[in-house]
Structure formats: structure tokens, C-alpha cells
């Protein structure tokens, strides 16, 4: 059955671009409703669903844009609340962007767990492959199996650096799996990429703190990496919360080499002429079809 939260949870923090202080509540909202982002602090208080259509931006970040508004770096949240489940959920968020906590999506994981997890009276809708689809863009490529759960295999490769020539990992997201092996890890760049980008004002909130730094193909921040691994799981991590977007649960095995936000992006759209979405029926545990072809 589709859910939401228990209660609604509140942090505050700092936009990784923006630099300001930013905060967000997550509210439980209505069955049915999907996850729907808010901007409190402009007139109206206009109103973001987080659906693919509304991606305005893809650089570095992923930015969901509509006529009246937009919210910068979602891809964090989305990603830890699709891999707890929640369906339903409504983001005041005061400011840009949504804090960017330590760089991962750890602190995001605990708001659901102090929020808590209802059940609510309708079937979740989960989109499955009619066929094997793939996307490709020089060196990115991205491939959709069917499956019968969602699992993520990718692979980074930073020819130009010694120590991270080349990182794999596949994992099924299940919560549990997820809050151990890829919540954690953090948004990461190297020295060189960073720093101009620094200097012209572009990140003003970024920091050792909340990033992983690689400088000379070694880890800059003084505890180093999390994960002899922890780019290629930051890249999965993001990677969930981009293809939720797609508005319901994936079932699909996707094979990502060097994707980010742009290519999730552009394959997620064209995932979409391809999904058939079911609905899980309670009683008998049998899947059948209540909607085809339209996410």
C-alpha cells in the first residue's frame, strides 16, 4: 500500500549553492497526492510536484522548475524518500534549495525514521519494463532490464586519476540496504573543478564538510572516504533520487556507466513511453495492470 509519513519533521541548514540558510518540513499529505515541494517563502507559496516534467536544470544539481518557482538540489531528498518507500509527501521548503546536510543523504533518512511510516487505503503503482530500453551519449550509456525489483549496477571512471581510474557497485534498493551501503555517502568533485567554481561564487556553501574532495588522487578531507567506493555509491544515490521522478515505483535493473543528472534525466523521459504501471492488490498479492503507458 502506498505511504506517507508519520508526522511532519523539520531541519534547517545550508544551500550548497546558494549559501543560505535554508530549511525545510516534510508534512505527510494525501493518498494519491505524490511528493509535491513548496516555496513557502514567495507569494503564493506556489507549488513544485516532483515529476520529471518540471526539471528545469541538470548542472551539477537537479532543479525542479515551474512557471512560478523553482528548488535547487532535490535529488538528496527524493532519493532517501523513494528508498524508504514513502509515496506520498508535501516539502514546505524556506529558501532556493534544500539543505545539503553533510553532501549524502543520511540526514534525510533520519527525518523519515523520526517521522515515522503510515500506511495509507490505496495499492501502490509500480511501472514495469515492457522491453529491455537503453540510452546512449558518446562515453555515458544507460541501460533499463526488466526486473522484478529495482536494482542499480553502475560504473565511474575518472581516467585522469590514478587512485579512481575505475569504481563498480550493484545493489538492490531495498530501505535497510540503502540507509547502510548508500545514504552515507556524499556528493563529491575534484580540486581542480571545484575551486574556479568556488572562486566565481558559483558553490558558496560548499566545504570539506559536506563534500568529498579529491585533490592529487587523494581523499582532501582529513576523516577521508567513507567507502573505498563512496563516489560510484553517491553516484547510484543520485541516480534513485533522479529516476524517481518518474512518479511511481520502478521495477527495472539499470545499468549506468558515467551517468549524472543530465543523461538520468533524458533517460527517465524516455523511460516513460516504455513503463506499464500496475497497481498491487492487497488481498490475493496479485499484480494487475491499472494503467499503461503514462507515468
Known amino acids: 500500500m502506498q ?29 494519491g497526492s505524490g511528493i509535491v515541494f513548496q516555496r513557502i517563502d514567495l507569494p503564493g507559496k ?19 522548475k515551474t512557471n512560478d518557482a523553482s528548488v535547487l538540489t532535490v535529488e538528496h531528498l527524493l532519493s532517501a524518500l523513494s528508498a524508504g518507500g514513502i509515496d506520498n509527501a508535501r516539502i514546505e521548503v524556506d529558501g532556493p534549495e534544500i539543505p545539503v546536510g553533510d553532501g549524502s543523504s543520511q540526514i534525510f533518512v533520519q527525518m ?3 517521522a515515522g511510516i503510515v500506511e495509507q487505503n490505496l495499492p501502490k503503482r509500480f511501472a514495469v519494463l515492457s522491453q529491455p530500453v537503453f540510452w546512449s551519449d558518446r562515453e555515458i550509456h544507460l541501460i533499463a532490464l526488466p526486473h522484478d525489483e529495482m536494482r542499480v549496477s553502475f560504473t565511474l ?12 557497485f550493484s545493489i538492490p534498493i531495498h530501505s ?66 533522479d529516476f524517481s521522478l518518474i512518479g511511481v515505483r520502478l521495477k527495472a535493473h539499470i545499468i549506468a556507466i558515467r551517468s549524472g543528472h543530465t543523461s538520468n534525466i533524458a533517460f ?3 523511460l516513460q513511453n516504455y513503463l506499464v504501471i500496475e497497481c498491487q492488490e492487497r488481498e490475493n498479492a496479485e499484480t494487475v495492470s491499472c494503467l499503461s503507458n503514462d507515468s
Open 3 to 31: 505511504k506517507t509519513l508519520g508526522r511532519e519533521v523539520f531541519i534547517s541548514g545550508i544551500g550548497l549553492f546558494s549559501g543560505e540558510k535554508v530549511a525545510i518540513r516534510i508534512k505527510p499529505a494525501a493518498v
Open 46 to 64: 506556489p507549488l513544485i510536484p516532483a515529476q520529471v516534467r518540471y526539471v528545469g536544470d541538470t548542472h551539477s544539481c537537479t532543479r525542479l
Open 112 to 114: 523519515i525514521e523520526q
Open 157 to 168: 571512471h575518472f581516467p585522469r586519476s590514478q587512485n579512481f581510474r575505475s569504481q563498480y
Open 176 to 241: 535497510e540496504i540503502y540507509k547502510r551501503e548508500i545514504a552515507p555517502c556524499r556528493t563529491f568533485s575534484f580540486y581542480e573543478e571545484i575551486f574556479p567554481l568556488i572562486e566565481k561564487g558559483l558553490i558558496k556553501g560548499g566545504g570539506l564538510e559536506n563534500a568529498l574532495v579529491i585533490k592529487e588522487d587523494k581523499v582532501y578531507n582529513s576523516g577521508g572516504a567513507r567507502f573505498d567506493d563512496e563516489m560510484v555509491r553517491h553516484k547510484i544515490l543520485d541516480l534513485i533520487g
Open 268 to 270: 527517465a523521459k524516455m
